[in-house]
């Protein structure tokens, strides 16, 4: 099967989720994960492959797609994760009545993930990578009656957003520099210094800390735990915020030269590490706890990737499929808990284990791996990466008090609520049921079987993914008593002091610790808010609804932009040497019938003699329209202006009165001198554009090809319906729009009056 | 406002202002008019016969049907002209096609082509336009 028609069934299923809805309701996602599961049968067994459509080639886009390497290792998490995940939605969202929105935009999401990490033009990666944070939107924003959940999903959107932006940026800066523009040819080439070079690995760079929610981008994260349980069991662990490890993955190879990459990752990692883990210790809220463990492994996996040693990429990647599966598990029985009690406090939530038993199963074994006790691929994803800190001495600290941190709240998650006697009465349990448990289940036991690696699965595809200059991590349980393994030793032993002093050290907090709001939380609403603010203001300068004021800014910015123009040219010496040898009599007689009537137009209190003004210009200007040989425009001026006058009378009544106390100065007097200016600027234009030859005239084309080709003598008929068809074509669409826009805007107008 | 003047006078215009409009589509291509005009004085057929009768804004139809149905039929008609001779011969969007000519009383020979049938289009778009946004304007000041 191509990878293509893969793809595209996945959308397809996306777009059709309405009608599978209609007759399966939510077991539409035992569908979803047949299709996944059938991803990773298929995967694994090679019958995928990658082909390649072009999609526009001048831009270097093509639906090209890599199908091995990283992007192998990341499909198939995504693959496992996802279809466990689904099946938890399939029963978790039984009694939502929203599920077409949520499946749509769940299976959507999945789809652009699939694209992503497999992607191979960097601009496709792009749109899937804006395809993840629009869709995650609306996942977010699932209980959009909650203002708190709309809040946070625009602030993840505005921030991946960003973040995205910057990462485009990058993108195409990158591939003007280097001519490449896909992943695939990264290998081959040695980039050369530069400072645009530089600029758009910052730019890459900070695209892939925002969307993998790196210090100090993270405050969205924890935020986004508004969403339900599987949205971010599938969000948190395996996809979303791992797109920005996968870029940095794929990056990684060619930009780990660069000081900047390097540094960024490890100093931010760190950061983000010891922040993530300290934070999430004193939480009592079970999402925010996995939120905060989840910001915290990212910067691990960002502090590896940004470590020098050959091995450290391979050792990101088996921490990353270690922490996708547990990570999701934990998600999904968070999740349980809340269905079950309908709490999200870990210290009310207690004694489910009988109540639950499959529940505690997968529960149980995620946490151990998430604690690092072996046999699990916590455990060997820890000791391959202490194995790494030990040459980086400095990390030591930061590693292992991550990890304990870590560990401890694997225990309150995962453990602690499984044991001992309930708080609240079994009877007053909710029993979600068997399928709800399968999707943690499949996780948790994963986690225990491929530490063991059976049939050298993680080996193999770890083994594909590796580039020129990297080594290989060993893959066993057991490695003889080491360093790392004694550190092992110390970081659950850490762990376990943090059970046990839990409830001293949280009311030392409570106690010296006002609750509020983190600060990057509210450096962000600053932002926010001030960005409002100015648009607001903005729009009360230009736009207040007065229609002279629209008018005087159009003015003054035309007069503004052709000002330089204007000012080269001595206007007078050019009116007497250029207007007055062409002047006759006839038309200046008119002129002068038109001065007339604006005067008049100026002057007068009353609306009539000022319509019937008008009308008398647009009768002048027909005239002169007769007089310079142009009967066609002539004709129409006369119809328009007589029809126009009819409007005016017919309107005469919601024309506002002409006010007589009306000042002169300044509002009159500015606006007829800015009238004077527009006047002489308009006139001068068209009385150069008329006189200076600049390119050969069009008309002599028109006149001698209307009747030969066009078939017509009416030259300005033939140019409107022939010649220029198109223009005229688009000219009364957009009349009718106007028709169909100033309908809409008198039935707005009678609404908001219907009161009375 | 007393509209017994307009009333009168609309008796004899009406009819005359549509001949004249419809004199201007046919005569466009080749001696001043076409369809712009054409539709704009047919418009003022409309809107002076709406005086004639006043009845309610909403009731009023133009051409037997309501004013937004006629600039649809005359987008569609533009619209749908250029596609002619892609058909005939796979020339490209907007070749002209002329069909041939035929003798009409007053206006004589006429041709018909692809550019008439999209000045006709033309022509309805301005008349349900005017139609349209005089009869919004009435609808405003019945209410």
Redesign the interface.
Known sequence: MVWHIYLLIGFLLALSVPIWIKFIQSYFGLVVALWLGYGLYALNTNLFSAGNIVWTDSFGISFAFILTGISKVFLNIIFLVGASVFIFAASYLKTSDRLNQFFTAFTLFLCAMLGLVTADSFLLTFIFWELTSISSYMLIGYNHEEESARKSALQALITTGAGGLCFFAGLILFQHITGLSSFSELTRIELKQSSLLYTSIILILIGGLTKSAQFPFHFWLPNAMKAPAPVSALLHSATMVKAGIYLFLRLDSIFDQWNIWSHSLTVLGSVTLMLGALTAYYQTDLKKLLAYTTIANLGALTLLIGFQHPMSSQVALVLFVAHALYKAALFMIAGIFEKVTGQRDIQKISGLGKFIPLAWIGGGTAALSMIGIPPTLGFLSKELLLKVGILEIWSLPIWIIGFSLMGSVAWFVGIKPFLGTSHIPTTQLYQPGVLITIGPLILGLSSIVLSFNPFDILGSQLAESLTRDQQSAPLHLWTGLNLPLFLSITVIVLAGLGVYFHPQILSWIKNNHKPSKPLSDLIFDFIFATLLRIASYLTELFQNGNLTRYLLLIFWGLLFFASSLLLKIDILSYIKAEIASELTLLPFALAVIIAICISLIVTTQRRLSAIVSMGGIGYSIAALYVLLGA??LA??QV??E??SV??FV??L??VPLLKSERKIWPNQGIAAITSILIGLMVSFFTWQSLTSEIAPSISEFFGQNSYLK?????I???I???FR??D??GE??V??I???T??AL?IG??SSREPK | MNHHLIKAAAKWLVPFFWMAGIFMLFRGHNEPGGGFIGGLIVGAAMVMSYIKVKRRPDQFKVLGTAPSTIIGLGLLLALSSGFLSFIQSGAPYMTSSWQGELWLPILGNTKFGTPFYFDTGVFLVVIGVISKVFLMLEEESWK
Not at chain 1, 710 to 714: F, S, V
């Open positions: 009967p066609d004709l129409t119809i328009v007589t029809l009819i409007l017919f309107l009544h919601e066009a078939n017509g003598r009416n300005v008929n033939v409107i319906v022939d068809g198109f005229t074509l009364i669409t009349l009718s106007a028709a169909v100033l309908t008198l107008q009678t």
